[in-house]
């Protein structure tokens, strides 16, 4: 039985979808993310603030991180956004997430034009017992807008080719997906017992900015055109996505582009090619970048031995590992370890 051109196209959109989501998936499991959920906002109009997280705000309790990836998620209500250094507003409402994968300073409120509010100067609520999580009110009495308010913290070395591929500010509409009730339901789920100061919150609503993140990348990555380049066009290709998902998940194997190629299911120079042009760099050399970005992030967030991460990340002696360590980062291991962190 034959199947009808437009039945093959929905089949091969949904392959790649799935495809997309797995290597996403696979890559963010491989990466050491933390992060919270720290405000709850109830904000009536009119109103508008002016703010950003900060490193520092979270260096306390996030060892090891040097990079924020912020976020407002909009409960009820809604509002306006944009950097403090450009034009480009964007509207957001009920359902939506806008990120700051930069942590850029931005406005947001229902009316723009009005003179901003630090957002560090407004007086907020801290529920006994729970310092992490803060309620806070403001506003003229007007239309309410809710939300609640979060951040990632990682090493920007080890994201960095996730990083480059997003935008300075992204707005990502689920309203009309499941995935959006189920994700208001358990924010509001979180703000009643951090209300209740229940045992837990805090880590369920750490475990929340995690999903949200997740989610908003998946949707976000299903929305590029299908012409796009980069690093997430390339997790979106079921070959380079797939491959890519192998060399984060398993970067200590001897990888050649011949056995990549083998477990991808294309020809090696077929693959080369293709992660190439999507990527920006050869497999093997995007492997190497990736050893030791990840190895940097063992090196300040624990307390193996250098030889024992040099050999976790594929290097079968710690000589070889200093030396394409400090090529990368103009910096021996040891040195790296015992650096102050700078956002």
Request: charged share 25%; aromatic share 10%; hydrophobic share 50%.
């Given at each position: 039985m034959r199947t009808s051109p437009s039945r093959a196209l929905d089949?091969?959109?949904?392959?790649?979808?799935?495809?997309?989501?797995?290597?996403?998936?696979?890559?963010?499991?491989?990466?050491?993310?933390?992060?919270?959920?720290?405000?709850?906002?109830?904000?009536?109009?009119?109103?508008?603030?002016?703010?950003?997280?900060?490193?520092?705000?979270?260096?306390?309790?996030?060892?090891?991180?040097?990079?924020?990836?912020?976020?407002?998620?909009?409960?009820?209500g809604r509002a306006s956004v944009r950097l403090v250094d450009r034009a480009d507003v964007v509207d957001v409402r009920a359902g939506d997430i806008v990120l700051f994968p930069h942590d850029d300073r931005h406005l947001m409120g229902s009316d723009l034009h009005i003179a901003p509010v630090e957002v560090e100067t407004l007086k907020a609520e801290v529920p006994p017992g729970d310092g992490d999580f803060i309620h806070l009110r403001h506003g003229a009495g007007g239309e309410v807008t809710r939300f609640v308010c979060g951040y990632l913290a990682c090493n920007r070395s080890v994201l960095r080719p996730l990083l480059e591929s997003l935008p300075r500010m992204m707005r990502v509409g689920m309203a009309d997906a499941s995935v959006s009730t189920m994700l208001r339901e358990l924010f509001r789920t979180g703000v009643r017992e951090t209300a209740r100061v229940r045992p837990g919150t805090h880590s369920v609503l750490a475990r929340l900015s995690e999903l949200i993140f997740v989610e908003a990348l998946r949707r976000y990555v299903e929305a590029l055109p299908l012409d796009g380049k980069g690093w997430l066009a390339g997790v979106r290709d079921p070959h380079v996505g797939r491959a890519l998902a192998l060399l984060h998940?398993?970067?200590?194997?001897?990888?050649?582009?011949?056995?990549?190629?083998?477990?991808?299911?294309?020809?090696?120079?077929?693959?080369?090619?293709?992660?190439?042009?999507?990527?920006g760099e050869p497999p093997i050399q995007y492997l190497m970048r990736w050893r030791l970005a990840r190895a940097a992030e063992m090196l300040r967030s624990g307390r193996e031995p250098i030889a024992r991460v040099a050999e976790r990340n594929g290097y079968e002696s710690e000589a070889a590992f200093s030396r394409a360590f400090r090529r990368e980062f103009n910096m021996p291991p040891g040195a790296w370890r015992k650096a102050p962190i700078t956002p």
């Open positions: 089949r091969d959109a949904g392959l790649l979808v799935r495809g997309s989501v797995d290597a996403l998936s696979d890559v963010l499991k491989a990466v050491r993310l933390d992060g919270a959920v720290y405000l709850n906002a109830e904000f009536t109009a009119p109103w508008c603030i002016v703010g950003k997280y900060g490193v520092a705000s979270a260096r306390e309790r996030l060892a090891g991180g040097d990079h924020i990836v912020f976020f407002h998620y909009v409960l009820e998940g398993e970067a200590h194997r001897g990888w050649t582009v011949d056995a990549l190629a083998r477990e991808v299911a294309l020809s090696r120079s077929a693959l080369a090619e293709r992660f190439t042009q999507l990527v």
